[in-house]
């Protein structure tokens, strides 16, 4: 599929890894986002931080791969923190009241501030 394309980079804040995620996350590319996720989650850590300021559609398959991460998550008392999303990604999660499964903030360090604080 020309075109369709999605970066992933994963960089280190403050002890806490946070995935900058660039493209359309859909049936075609999720893959290679749930390998960057699990990649996160292999390191050990209890929060997910996800800046999805650059992600410009997502589609079902994104969402799944990110509930995935939350079932691995919650038991251990982590959360799935979603940063930037765009206007039509955060009227699916309000839709589909995933809102109330993902934690959404407006910057990374307000996502930071809230994982640190649990």
Do not use: W
């Not at 960057?36 to 931080?49: C, D, M, P, T």
């Not at 799944?64 to 251990?76: E, F, H, I, Q, Y």
């Not at 979603?82 to 993902?102: E, M, W």
């Amino acid at each position: 599929m020309e075109g369709i394309r999605l970066e992933t980079e994963l960089r280190d804040i403050e002890g806490m890894k946070i995935l900058d995620v660039a493209g359309e996350i859909d049936v075609y590319t999720a893959p290679q986002f749930k390998e960057a996720v699990n990649s996160v989650l292999s390191a050990g850590q209890r929060h997910l931080i996800v800046n999805m300021a650059n992600v410009t559609y997502m589609d079902s398959s994104g969402f799944g791969a990110l509930l995935s991460a939350t079932k691995r998550l919650r038991p251990a008392g982590g959360t799935v923190n979603l940063v930037k999303c765009s206007g039509a990604i955060d009227r699916i999660l309000k839709i589909t009241r995933l809102n109330t499964v993902f934690a959404t903030f407006d910057s990374v360090d307000e996502a930071l501030d809230a994982a640190k604080s649990l």
